[in-house]
């Protein structure tokens, strides 16, 4: 989960030592809002891609969601999966004609 971020330069917050003045500005409210509906929306993508038992079908639901950002290793991590059951479940994607593997370490879904 991504750490908040204020939406806003400090200039206009307006804290008069107290955090909850920064909420007075409303166009600082609705951004903050904003971005605590998004992070709550990808936590809950997460535990539902995360609750699927088959490690082929959490690996189609991560590619799907696009959270192949970086390493394969890395990808596992976010899926909680091992790197052997995540190359195995892409290597089952790939021959099934699911996902597509250019080279090394690239997997897109097939059009």
């Known amino acids: 989960m991504t750490p908040m971020f204020c939406p806003l330069p400090a200039s206009r917050l307006r804290l008069k030592g107290n955090a909850t ?9 609705r951004a903050y809002g904003r971005q605590a509906a998004q992070q709550i929306q990808a936590q809950r993508q997460m535990l539902e891609i995360v609750g699927i038992r088959r490690a082929e079908d959490r690996v189609m639901a991560g590619l799907i969601a696009g959270l192949l950002e970086g390493s394969i290793v890395e990808f596992a991590a976010r899926l909680q999966l091992s790197h052997e059951a995540t190359y195995r479940a892409l290597r089952k994607l790939v021959q099934d004609g699911r996902v597509m593997n250019p080279s090394r370490g690239i997997y897109h879904l097939h059009p």
């Not at 003045?21 to 409210?29: E, L, S, V, Y």
């Open 21 to 29: 003045a920064a909420f007075a500005d409303p166009a600082f409210a």
